[in-house]
């Protein structure tokens, strides 16, 4: 069996998705993320990244908050060598800004909707002949 290890990163509205290695073997797996989260936590104790590493190899996904625009998500994923099932094809969901586009398209409709309700004209170019 091949594991895949992965990471997203978000700062802000800014993400980074990278595919760190493979290797197949699980617990070198999650020695591999655990040293990408050792890297990006840079006061976390030999303790704390013992204990992330064991989650890892059993629960194969990890996500770390530093602040409010900082965060880091682990994920390794089992490759059989066939073709993921659909539900485990998914490593990160992009839902939330999915959600945050369709908020400003609405909000976009809406005051359209309402300056077209008043009268208000929209602004034309002019024909240059």
Known sequence: ????????????NKQAFSVIGAVDDKKKA???????????????S?????????????????SFRLD????????ITELKGETLP??????????????????RVSQALFEGKHTAERGGQAPSCPIDQ
């Open 30 to 44: 999650a020695a591999i993320a655990a040293e990408v989260y050792k890297n990006y936590n840079k006061v976390a």
């Open 46 to 62: 030999f303790q704390n990244i013992e204990m992330i590493t064991e989650w890892l190899a059993t629960r194969l996904s990890y």
């Open 1 to 12: 069996m091949l594991y895949i290890i992965t990471k997203l990163v978000t700062e802000g």
């Open 86 to 103: 659909e539900d485990k094809q998914v490593v990160f969901n992009a839902a939330a800004e999915e959600d945050e586009l369709m908020r």
């Open 68 to 75: 409010k625009e900082h965060r880091l998500q682990l994920a």
